[in-house]
């Protein structure tokens, strides 16, 4: 059994970075960069009115009331370029640019039009709403950087630096395939001793959500014939994840039917809990990560080794450092043995803003229900002494709980 980090680290090691990809930015949420994005254009692009008013010379309103010729009218869209002269204001709207000559914008509020006159009442200091040119960026700067996910914000500021396609990482195929005679997909027909597959939606899931392409390959029964067969579907996919047959059993057959099909094993077997029996390999160029059937052991496993994976496929930060965090034990701990525990836990935060993680009082790793409900895996290193209620304890946080942090 080696330790939970250094089977991540083995892990990490046999990741490529993705290839690039152009996609267009209806296309680019959830993606992940894979060069920087630099503005094509400055914006704003000249000195553009931030109200609806009147375009004047500072020095003409210095004292009020002032009156002044009206001489253009500039919607946003349009433009007046002739300068204005001393004593001449023009009629402008939000996001005109100022014609040549102002410098400063009265708000149509604090003036009274007559005919071609307006009079300006209040004084206004000079630059007063006036948006200078590239206000918000210009031509040439980098706004959004490789390895970034890009988001609805993202998305927005592409496209006002006038960049209609973004080189992003082309998404991993993850290929998933359960294992087990006793296990059916959901909504088949299901014997008295038969269990739904929750893993193979559940890992699809995920790799979706990460940023990856989920091909279900079905249920292999267990049997050498159609777990050779069905895994052979694998091939082209960037992982082939299997979930259930990585223990010991006569009936847990993965490494070994693999093993005949050109499985190279890495590590098998992680000091942890849940998620003892992890496989972890390569198939000629596709990775091979074997989870553990329990259906805890393969989302805990998932988000601890399958969730950086993927990371680091698309080049990403893959460390889980960003998910951890500190929180008062609720309850007391026993000492450790030699598996890294990851408890499933709630979560409160306390008026005072500390944090309270319990560890439910049942960790089967059967129990989806519970993982379900949980906010939080507490981790309890390996040889972990007892630890007191109200003791710090790490955490690691679980990506869409209910309490997010
Ligand atoms: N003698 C030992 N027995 C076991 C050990 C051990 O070290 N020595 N390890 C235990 C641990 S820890 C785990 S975890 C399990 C994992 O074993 P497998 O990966 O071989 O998983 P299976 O035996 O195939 O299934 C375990 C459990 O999970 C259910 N299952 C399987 N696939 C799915 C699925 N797609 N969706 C939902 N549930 C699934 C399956 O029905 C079993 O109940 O081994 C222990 N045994
Ligand atoms: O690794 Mo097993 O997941 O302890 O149930």
């Not at 010379?57 to 204005?84: E, M, N, Q, W």
């Not at 080189?167 to 991993?172: A, F």
């Not at 299901?190 to 989920?214: C, D, H, K, T, Y």
């Not at 988000?303 to 496929?313: D, E, L, S, V």
């Amino acid at each position: 059994m080696i330790p939970v980090e250094e089977a991540l680290s083995r892990i990490l090691a046999a990741i490529d970075v993705q290839p690039a990809e152009q996609v267009s930015l209806r296309d680019a949420l959830g993606r992940t960069l894979a060069a920087d994005v630099t503005s094509r254009r400055t914006q704003p692009p000249a000195a553009m009115s931030a109200m609806d008013g009147y375009a004047v010379r500072a020095a003409d309103v210095a004292s009020v009331p002032a009156s002044l010729k009206v001489i253009a009218d500039i919607p946003a869209g349009a433009s007046h370029d002739t300068p204005l002269q001393a004593g001449e204001a023009a009629r402008i709207f939000t996001g005109a640019p100022l014609p040549p000559g102002t410098d400063t914008i009265v708000i149509q509020e604090d003036t009274d039009r007559d005919g071609d006159t307006v009079t300006v009442k209040e004084t206004t200091r000079k630059g007063a709403y006036v948006r200078a040119a590239g206000l918000d960026f210009s031509e040439g700067e980098t706004l959004l950087k490789t390895g970034k996910v890009l988001n609805a914000r993202d998305v927005g500021l592409s496209a006002a630096m006038n960049r209609p396609w973004l080189m992003v990482r082309r998404r991993p195929r993850i290929a998933i395939l359960a294992t087990g005679d006793e296990v059916v997909m959901p909504g088949d027909q299901i014997g008295p001793n038969q269990i739904v597959s929750s893993n193979s939606l559940a890992l699809a899931a995920a790799v979706e959500v990460l940023g990856g392409e989920p091909v279900l390959l079905g249920i292999a029964t267990d049997d050498a014939e159609s777990l050779k067969t069905l895994a052979a579907g694998a091939r082209g996919a960037d992982m082939l994840v299997t979930t259930g047959g990585a223990s010991v059993g006569e009936h847990d057959l993965v490494q070994s039917v693999l093993g005949e099909h050109g499985l190279e094993v890495d590590f098998w077997k992680i000091a942890m809990r849940p998620g003892k029996p992890l496989i972890f390999g390569s198939m000629g160029d596709t990775l091979m990560l074997g989870l553990p059937g329990n259906p805890v052991s393969t989302i805990v496993c998932a988000t601890i080794f399958m969730a950086p994976a993927i990371r680091a496929m698309l080049g990403q930060n893959a460390s889980l450092e960003d998910q951890e965090f500190t929180a008062l034990c609720g309850v007391d701990l026993k000492q450790n043995d030699r598996r890294q525990d990851y408890l499933r836990a709630s979560l409160i935060q306390g008026t005072d803003g500390s944090l309270t993680a319990s560890p439910f009082e049942k960790q089967d790793s059967s129990m989806l229900r519970l993982l379900q409900q949980a906010d939080c895996l507490v981790i309890r290193e390996p040889h972990a002494e007892p630890l007191p209620k109200g003791a710090p304890v790490r955490c690691l946080r679980i990506p869409g709980s209910a309490m997010s942090l």
